[in-house]
């Protein structure tokens, strides 16, 4: 990208890098509810009261964003998004990479770089406003605060009309899957011996034999859990496993 363009980009657009590993089913709902209003011209911009995040005081009401701010924010709550650990509402990015990703950095012609449109946007703005809360660390080199960890408020997920319910049921599902992960990827002992018969088995009487091993070691509520899907994954994956181990111990 030309410098002059790098330099002055009027109209920032959030890329995501290629080749990162694929979002959450969530993420990319959500994203895609951000693209499809504007998180500039929300109500909640002229609604709400902005607070000062140091003292705690009301600070003077925000006009309404100048375009400039306005796409600035529009790319930030994207990359934001993109990169947020809903678990924890942690964005896992500097604001340099949102930054940079956004089209926000700028470099002077003695090719100094600067992040200061989306680290204005984020302290006098986005945070004051309630839609984030950052984490700070001072620098070592002046008295200076940095910003160190963002967090996305509840109010965030409102800017683009995804509701508290919807994020609560995302987290319940996560949590249960990972649970169920869990309990699948638990090891089973299946002696060497059971692993020559098992070996000499055709592969259905063999995956039988899995199943019969898997059912006397989980619990009941555990293969309720599994349900008869991730039953038969694991079967597979065990019967695999077996019959690698079986070749590999008699080379």
């Known amino acids: 990208m030309p410098r002059k363009n790098y330099i002055f980009n009027s109209k920032p657009v959030f890329i995501p890098p290629k080749n990162d590993k694929k979002r959450s089913n969530f993420i990319i709902y959500a994203m895609k509810k951000a693209s499809e209003v504007d998180v500039a011209r929300s109500i909640l911009n002229y609604n ?16 309404r964003l100048n375009e400039h701010r306005a796409c600035a924010m529009r790319a930030m ?3 934001m998004l993109y990169y947020c650990n809903m678990k924890f509402n942690l964005v896992e990015a500097s604001i340099e990479k949102l930054a940079d ?7 002077s012609k003695r090719g100094n770089k600067s992040i200061t449109r989306a680290s204005r946007l984020i302290n006098e703005f986005l945070e004051p406003m309630g839609f984030i809360r950052c984490e700070r ?9 940095i910003s160190k960890k963002i967090f996305l408020n509840p109010i965030f997920f409102m800017l683009f009309n995804v509701s508290q319910s919807k994020i609560d049921e995302y987290l319940f599902e996560n949590k249960k899957n990972s649970k169920i992960l869990k309990i699948i990827d638990k090891k089973i002992f299946i002696s060497f011996s059971d692993i ?3 070996s000499e088995l055709d592969e259905k009487s063999a995956k039988n034999k899995i199943l019969n091993v ?7 509520n555990e293969l309720t859990q599994i349900g008869p899907q991730g039953l038969k994954k694991k079967i597979d994956i065990e019967y695999n496993n077996l019959r690698d181990l079986y070749i590999n111990t008699n080379k």
């Open 77 to 79: 709550v994207l990359a």
């Open 137 to 145: 660390e001072k620098t070592n080199f002046s008295s200076n605060y």
């Open 48 to 63: 709400l009261l902005p607070i000062d995040p140091k003292t705690g005081n009301i600070l003077p009401r925000f006009r």
């Open 101 to 107: 990703q956004c089209g926000l950095s700028t470099v």
């Open 214 to 220: 898997l059912i006397s070691y989980y619990t009941a």
């Open 196 to 198: 020559k018969i098992i």
